[in-house]
């Protein structure tokens, strides 16, 4: 009897220490909630041989190193007209556009008006677009008014630059009837004022301009002057324009300065991209524009102080946030 009891004794001893052992058991350590996968953007720029395509992809690469939860990857695309398009059809997050064809899109009117893009948002202006009528020196094409009558390439069909460039001709008398007009790209232009096919072509884009260096490179190039009665002209029926000097040297073989008119690049977005998104971007570039001027002398332009210079759409609430954070918005 006294055997069973030490038996029982040590059966419940083991039973408590069981118990406690359980009891002291640490409990599981739970599993995290995984962090929110990163937003893949895209910018939509221009040709590659544009100002475009060179500062939407530094800006890619800013937005990559310094922007929280966003990546994001530059694409050639048609350029500002095309872009608007896509921002409206939720095909692209950015976009590179001028802020005259910004104008057009949000509002409806000159190629938007059948199809308004309503859902276009501004993050920022950047640098000036020059219009660059550019020809060979041994044309002898001066002013704008000499290429009446002669092959004249005003971009490519449908573009922003297309659109810039009917409207200078016809403030000076020029258009199909008068004139040989066709319709190419910036590396098409430059490949035909290289072999010949062409006297004059139109380039809008920041200067220096990739496809006029390198007619530069083989060709004795002149810029066309835009005269300051032309300009005024402009000015009275469409307020985008200003005007701007091509300074000497900016091209092999340009040796003196030469009027022109430009408008603004901007970077736009769409309503339906989040804030926070539009917010870091927005902060990474301007917070790390030596990333962009890196890659391109333009973006020397790219200042916090000019930002809103020429907004011509809606601001998107991310990028105002940002403006309000840093003083530039009350």
Do not use: W
Not at 162 to 188: C, H, W
């Amino acid at each position: 009897m006294k055997g069973m009891k030490v038996v029982l004794v040590l059966l419940l001893a083991t039973v408590l220490l069981a118990g406690c052992a359980q009891q002291e058991k640490p409990a599981p350590t739970p599993t995290p909630t995984p962090a929110p996968s990163e937003m893949e953007v895209t910018i939509v720029t221009g040709g590659s041989a544009g100002t475009y395509y060179p500062i939407g992809g530094a800006m890619a690469n800013a937005i990559n190193e310094f922007a929280k939860g966003v990546k994001a990857t530059a694409v050639t695309s048609g350029a500002s007209v095309v872009n608007a398009r896509k921002l409206g059809d939720q095909e692209a997050e950015f976009g590179l556009l001028q802020n005259d064809v910004a104008y057009y899109a949000y509002n409806g009117v000159e190629m938007f008006k059948d199809a308004p893009v309503k859902n276009l948002r501004g993050v920022a202006t950047l640098y000036p677009e020059v219009i660059q009528i550019v020809t060979l020196k041994e044309n002898n094409i001066k002013t704008i008014y000499d290429l009446k009558g002669k092959k004249v390439a005003v971009g490519a069909p449908g573009s922003g630059t297309a659109v810039d460039a009917l409207q200078i001709l016809k403030a000076a008398g020029i258009d199909e009837s008068n004139t040989d007009i066709r319709y190419l790209n910036f590396k098409e232009v430059s490949d035909s004022l290289k072999d010949k096919t062409i006297d004059a072509g139109f380039i809008v884009a920041g200067i220096p301009t990739a496809a006029v260096s390198d007619v530069s490179s083989v060709r004795d190039v002149q810029i066309v002057e835009v005269t300051d009665e032309i300009y005024e002209k402009l000015k009275e029926q469409y307020p985008f324009y200003v005007q701007v000097t091509i300074p000497a040297g900016t091209y092999k073989g340009l040796d003196e300065d030469v009027k022109t008119v430009a408008v603004l690049a901007m970077l736009a977005t769409n309503a339906e991209l989040s804030e926070d998104v539009v917010y870091e971007v927005t902060k990474a570039i301007f917070e790390h524009r030596d990333v962009l001027i890196s890659a391109h002398k333009r973006a020397e332009d790219i200042t916090l102080e000019t930002a809103l210079d020429g907004m011509s759409i809606p601001l998107h609430p991310g990028a105002e946030k940002y403006y309000k954070e840093k003083g530039v918005l009350e």
